[in-house]
């Protein structure tokens, strides 16, 4: 059983950058592909990137790319989203998320565990 | 980048309805479809992968179907607590990437 905990919300200024943690226990992170999830405020759900198991690296989607950089701390089991240049659009719930589920080719990715979401609000 | 469109994009049913959901995905995605439903203020559930595995924990009157480029989610019997948003995903294609269908609402009528 994996237990994903993200950290608490944060208020940024436009040109800020944001830096959200989740801390897995039950499983290491090394045996997850850790990916990131947005959804602003009354919006759909909106993939930021994350680590892909077929090649083995970290993927973001072209939107976020030059903005967005997923890290990981392996001693501590914790993964970081960090996002920068922060506009008032980026406002939004951040969910970290994976995929255990192994009866599925490891890139199908169906994530089975989230976080509880961060909210981040950008405002002047 | 494959588009993922969702159908209806809300709905209203009653309890005990039987509810059909379409995802139409831009190009073939295989069988690399996910289902998850989301309730106000809570993160999304898994309930179906691969595009007809029901996930653990699921209750039944939850299908999935479909390949290549169009999906179905099905409730055979609407219960209270079914009412939320359900949203289609793929992954067939990374890099670049992991789309979302826009989701579909679903309300009590």
């Known amino acids: 059983q994996v237990q994903l905990v993200q950290s608490g919300a944060e208020v940024k200024k436009p040109g800020a950058s944001v830096k959200v943690s989740c801390k897995v226990s039950g499983y290491t992170l090394t045996e997850l592909s850790m990916h990131w999830v947005r959804q602003a405020p009354g919006k759909g759900l909106e993939w930021m990137g994350g680590?892909?198991?077929?090649?083995?690296?970290?993927i973001y989607a072209q939107k976020f790319q030059g903005r967005v950089t997923m890290t990981e701390d392996t001693s501590t089991d914790t993964a970081y989203m960090e996002l920068s240049s922060l506009r008032s659009e980026d406002t939004a719930v951040y969910y970290c998320a994976t995929a255990t589920i192994v009866v599925v080719p490891a890139a199908m990715l169906p994530f089975d565990y989230w976080g509880q979401g961060t909210l981040v609000t950008v405002s002047s | 980048d494959i588009q993922m469109t969702q159908s209806p994009s809300s709905l209203s049913a009653s309890v005990g309805d039987r509810v059909t959901i379409t995802c139409r995905a831009s190009?073939?995605?295989?069988?690399?479809l996910n289902w998850y439903q989301q309730k106000p203020g809570k993160a999304p559930k898994l309930l179906i992968y691969a595009a007809s595995s029901l996930q653990s924990g699921v209750p039944s009157r939850f299908s999935g179907s479909g390949s290549g480029t169009d999906f179905t989610l099905t409730i055979s019997s609407l219960q209270p607590e079914d009412f939320a948003t359900y949203y289609c995903q793929q992954s067939y294609s990374t890099p670049p990437g992991i789309t979302f269908g826009q989701g579909t609402r679903l309300e009590i009528k």
């Open positions: 680590f892909d198991p077929e090649d083995g690296e970290t």
């Open positions: 190009q073939s995605i295989s069988s690399y």
